[in-house]
Nanobody, 114 residues
Framework: VQLQASGGGLVQPGGSLTLSCVAS????????MAWYRQGPGKQRESVAG???????NYADSVKGRFTISRDNTKKTVYLQMNSLKPEDTAVYYC?????????WGKGTLVTVSS
């Protein structure tokens, strides 16, 4: 099983980005999926999660600005990020719970700067 995240980049404050994370391998079912981030000099923190049924949850710092979604047929989780702030600058990681095991993708860097 592998997770591949993409979509990071440089964006100005107030801008938007959409991250994607695709799971590959012999997978028939994916349980919870989530996005985490680690900013410069900070610990990794949870950003958003989504159950297999599509119920989302968000960190307070991103509520109203970020939207997590998933496409089970594509084994993909998305993170739509709007109204980005400099403090959202971080490496973003996806995580998936598959057959009782947690898998992490390599991060994708998001830089919010003018």
């Amino acid at each position: 099983v592998q997770l591949q995240a993409s979509g990071g980049g440089l964006v100005q404050p107030g801008g938007s980005l959409t991250l994607s994370c695709v799971a590959s391998g012999s997978i028939f079912n994916i349980n919870n999926m989530a996005w985490y981030r680690q900013g410069p000099g900070k610990q990794r923190e949870s950003v958003a999660g989504i159950t297999s049924g599509g119920s989302p949850n968000y960190a307070d710092s991103v509520k109203g600005r970020f939207t997590i979604s998933r496409d089970n047929t594509k084994k993909t989780v998305y993170l739509q990020m709007n109204s980005l702030k400099p403090e959202d600058t971080a490496v973003y990681y996806c995580k998936a719970l598959i057959y009782g095991m947690q898998y992490w993708g390599k991060g994708t860097l998001v830089t919010v700067s003018s």
